[in-house]
């Protein structure tokens, strides 16, 4: 009996040794604590989002709330306007005629908070402007101050895309939680009781591609031991590795490199590693910002708008570049300057970290990059389910918007619309409608060859991810030349 004793007390003590040395390490300490603390002690207010806080409102310890379709919690705060203090970022928003009606209405100190129940993302020049308007008139849809924040992928992060980072509380007061919450339904159901359906949306275009400061700031609280677990977590977010039972079928194995980490991924015979490209501005890693996202908002409606790559560059070009000296001719000097730099990249790399390398894309007098659907739209579907991920191609759209807009509000499971409702969505007028192509001319139809060329294996690899031929657009190329399409 008494060596009995002697042994527990032994091991007893061995615990304690062992628990003091877990929490005296620094590197396990400084691994985000996810779990659930009370509300009412982790306000917005009084404790600003950290970017080491991988799981971000799991850090903060809020649960939605059950009867609310649109992700939301109710915060106690001191505050009275939700709208935030960072006039660096809401400088962007004083021209709305109407910012006042997204303040907060009731004068209390228990104010609704919600995030965006969709992201349409997609790219530049792909109509994504035009669709997020007709979205908005549905009326179970709260428009937000403005189409795209850009918050996940650029502004909380701070300079070079805004002044100084912009907080989780002051992305929240983009979204008018206070019409979310003033209209509800009736279930009568006492298990249920009032029942919100209103959504809002996020449509920034650049959360579909732009990940490099995402992984330039994993790759910082990533260094020495922090890599594994953090590695192992956001994998373990991941739909594939929780949705599938069987290990075997699905698994995500880590291994040691000289110079980082490899991530072997067997479901697609692909193998990521995260290194420098040049400077840390260029690092890639196997996580973009579709992770972060995920692991917070993980039933998140993903709409993806897509369109024929050629096209697509070309009114990229004509919108965004800055030069006055704008012509056919520059445009095709710059797209073959940017092959050769892309050809260059890929000769050392995989055409993943090409794409997503901040340091190429910026050395490049066309965005070539932005039309490599297939390389985002992979990781997109690697972490959210495939029936949350919507793909739409820009020429469905404008030969039918009806259909489409049909197809959009079913994703996201709101209710049909009356003829009349419909009849307000369709007739909508068209809006950021590229208007400098007509005075510029059309691309240069041995241009227009070249790119048909570059973009055809991606076009291809796009349909075969999706198991759709659409997507290699080979319709509109039977047609002739892109350049003649639609903006």
């Known amino acids: 009996m008494r060596r009995a004793l002697q042994y527990l007390a032994t091991s007893a003590a061995v615990l304690c040794c062992i628990i003091i040395i877990l929490y005296g390490d620094r590197n396990f300490a400084k691994f985000p604590d996810f779990r659930p603390a009370a509300v009412s002690k982790l306000t917005l207010e009084t404790r600003e989002l950290k970017f080491q806080d991988i799981g971000l409102l799991k850090g903060l310890g809020v649960e939605f709330l059950p009867n609310f ?77 403005i189409k795209g924040p850009h918050w996940w992928t650029r502004r909380r992060f701070g300079p070079p ?68 677990p953090i590695t192992k977590y956001l994998l373990s977010r991941r739909h594939g590795s929780n949705s599938l039972s069987n290990t075997q079928t699905y698994s995500l194995k880590i291994k040691e490199a000289e110079d980082g980490v490899y991530v072997n991924d067997e479901e697609n015979l692909q193998e990521f590693k995260y290194h420098q490209y040049h400077n840390e501005d260029g690092i890639v890693l196997p996580f973009t910002v579709a992770d972060v996202i995920h692991s917070v908002l993980p039933k998140s409606r993903i709409i993806a708008v897509i369109r024929e790559p050629l096209s697509r560059l070309y009114s990229s070009y004509l919108f965004f570049t800055k030069k006055t000296s704008l012509s056919p001719e520059d445009f095709d000097e710059n797209v073959k300057t940017s092959i050769q730099k892309w050809k260059n990249c890929i000769r050392e790399y995989s055409d993943r970290t090409c794409a997503y390398n901040k340091t190429l894309q910026n050395s490049m007098g066309v965005r070539l990059y932005n039309g490599l659907y297939s390389i985002f739209i992979r990781d997109w579907l690697k972490v959210f389910q495939r029936k949350h991920v919507l793909i739409l191609r820009m020429e469905d759209y404008h030969q039918n918007i009806t259909e489409t807009m049909d197809t959009i509000f079913s994703h996201l499971d709101l209710r049909k619309l009356t003829q009349e409702e419909g ?47 659409r997507f290699t657009w080979e319709d509109i190329y039977s047609k002739g030349h892109p350049e003649q399409l639609h903006d």
């Not at 109407?98 to 303040?103: A, C, I, N, T, W």
């Not at 005075?439 to 790119?451: C, N």
């Open 69 to 145: 379709k649109n992700p939301c919690w109710y915060e106690v705060t001191e505050a009275h306007n939700d709208l935030g203090k960072n006039k660096s970022f809401y400088a962007s928003l004083s021209k709305s005629p109407s910012l006042s009606k997204y303040r907060y209405k009731r004068e209390t100190k228990k104010i609704l908070r919600c995030l965006p129940y969709f992201f349409l993302t997609g790219q530049p020049k792909c109509a994504t402007t035009d669709i997020f308007q007709r979205i908005n008139i549905h009326p179970d849809v709260v428009e937000p101050i």
């Open 423 to 469: 009849r307000k969505v369709n007739m909508a007028p068209v809006r950021n409608k590229n208007r400098k192509k007509p005075e510029i001319g059309k691309m240069p139809e041995s241009t227009a060859d070249i790119l048909q060329a570059f973009y055809k294996p991606y076009n291809r690899d796009l349909a075969n991810l999706l198991q759709d031929s």
């Open 161 to 228: 895309y805004a002044p100084q980072p912009v907080t989780l509380s002051e992305y929240l007061g983009v979204f008018n939680a206070s019409r979310i919450e003033e209209e509800r339904t009736d279930l009568r159901d006492a298990s249920q009781g009032w029942f919100h359906e209103k959504i809002t949306g996020d449509g920034s275009t650049s959360t579909l591609w732009d990940s490099s400061l995402t992984m330039s700031y994993l790759h910082k609280i990533m260094a020495g031991s922090m890599h594994k």
